[in-house]
């Protein structure tokens, strides 16, 4: 067997099957990741190209204030993503036939079933596998990038995961509709348990109550949410 062929046993089947190394870890530190580079572009009018980057917000100390699990799920995602284009690139390369999944601890081995057993290649066989092999690794050295671009594009630019504001102490009032429209409701909260509420029948029969608390709102400055 060739030393640049790696084996995996499966020992329901006790049997030799050709695998690749795929385990991958984040790196520790990001930033000299970033800014990443999604690419060119060239503006219309304009001949030359110019390099497109994330913004200077998309930083290693945003990534590190991320939820844990925000940032696993997106790593897991990366890493399927390129388990999947490993799988084309094995089919592409020794045919349809072959079976393409992951095993071993946290799935850190690639193999493939349909080629025979490594042991018994011959020099041809060998020989396509190697590029097959690198180009492989080529795809779990990219990782990294798959998980910067995901997290930029579904987290960063959508606006996701934002430091929540912590729940207001002492009362606040939440104004639902408009002042004196039918429909709308005033509500009156201690921290977050509602103490009161006044809905627009209440305002029909006596509408200075509306405006009584809207003063105080607008004299004491009492926190406000303003609902549909």
């Known amino acids: 067997m060739s030393d640049d062929i790696e084996v995996s046993v499966r020992v329901e089947h006790q049997r030799g099957l050709p695998a690749v190394n795929i385990k991958v870890w984040p790196p520790a530190d990001l930033s000299a990741l970033l ?21 200077p917000g998309f930083n290693a100390e945003w990534i590190d204030a991320l939820p844990e699990s925000t940032r ?50 011959e020099r041809e066989q060998m020989a396509a596998w190697q590029p097959f092999a690198e180009a492989v690794k080529q795809l779990v050295a990219g990782t990294t990038y798959r998980w910067l671009w995901l997290l930029n594009a579904n987290v960063f630019e959508a606006g996701e995961d934002e430091p929540e ?23 009156l909260f201690n921290g977050d348990t509602e103490i009161v509420m006044w809905d627009s029948a209440e305002w029909e029969e006596d509408p200075s109550l509306v405006f009584v608390i809207a003063n105080a709102i607008a004299r004491r400055g009492v926190p406000t949410v303003e609902g549909e």
């Open 165 to 187: 504001e912590e729940a207001t102490d002492g009362f606040r009032v939440e104004i639902r509709g408009e002042y004196g429209v039918r429909d709308g409701s005033i509500h």
């Open 35 to 55: 800014p990443l580079d999604l690419g060119q572009v060239k503006e219309v009018g304009q001949e030359e190209f110019i390099t497109v980057t994330t913004e």
């Open 72 to 121: 696993q799920s997106w790593w897991d995602q990366a890493c399927e993503d390129g388990f999947e284009l490993a799988k084309e690139l094995a089919r592409e390369t020794f045919g349809p036939h072959v079976s393409v999944w992951q095993e071993g601890r946290s799935g850190g081995w690639l193999t493939v079933e349909g080629l025979g057993d490594p042991r018994e290649w």
